[in-house]
């Protein structure tokens, strides 16, 4: 049945001692359109009420009898949209999908990936006498450094023996070739014969 009166003196109250909101009818008058007030939580349910008459009112929809309720749900945010694009002509259809807020920065944390760092560049010099402060100290960053410095034997070879007192350890270039003792068995010092290849600074580069 249709409920009659002034629109004015029915109202809809959201739980037992929640506000209550005026409400309106369409134009047959069978039908009482409210708008939810705030709730003070993110999800919860309330019982709903239609008052009748001013203050007070009178209960003329009780929600023990009916079972009407109303669920506050959390504020949907939109996690993504599929696809992402479309044709300016329109008609694509897109999806959005919804992801409640209280799980949305717990699962952003989650989801999304770490930033990847810098990358680095390593500058290499020649040393002709002394040492190297910091060594080539594996056999793929020799044929790196050779690289870097354009040199034409650009692929490491591994000595062998027992070492030599008269070659540096690590990565040198001698007469052209490009030579690794990984192990360190040389004990010479740079030279001009045996020219070390060295690390001279190591730099990050950012974009803009």
């Known amino acids: 049945h249709g409920l009659q009166g002034r629109a004015l003196e029915l109202r809809c109250r959201f739980g037992i001692l929640g506000e209550t909101v005026a409400t ?3 134009e047959d008058g069978h039908l009482c359109t409210c ?3 705030p709730s003070y939580l993110p999800e919860m349910s309330v019982p709903l009420q239609l008052i ?3 203050g007070a009112g009178v209960v003329v929809r009780k929600p023990e009898v009916t079972g009407a309720t109303f669920k506050y749900l959390p504020t949907p945010i939109v996690w993504s949209v599929e696809p992402p694009f479309g044709t300016s002509d329109g008609g ?8 409640p807020r209280p799980l949305s920065r717990d699962l952003a944390l989650k989801s999304a990936p770490s930033p990847a760092p810098p990358p680095e560049v390593v ?3 020649f040393r002709a006498h002394g040492d190297c402060a910091r060594p080539v100290r594996s056999l793929a960053a020799c044929s790196s ?3 870097s410095l354009g040199l034409s034997d650009q692929t490491a070879r591994q000595e062998t023996g027992f070492g030599s007192t008269i070659s540096p350890p690590y990565c040198h270039l001698r007469e052209g070739s490009l030579l690794f003792d990984g192990v360190g068995n040389n004990t010479g010092s740079c030279s001009v014969r045996d020219q070390c290849l060295c690390v001279l600074g190591v730099t990050t580069t950012t974009t803009t």
């Open 24 to 26: 309106c009818y369409d």
């Open 35 to 37: 708008l939810s007030p």
């Open 52 to 54: 009748f008459g001013g």
């Open 92 to 99: 694509t259809p897109v999806l959005l999908v919804p992801l």
């Open 145 to 147: 450094a050779a690289i």
């Open 123 to 125: 500058r290499y010099e």
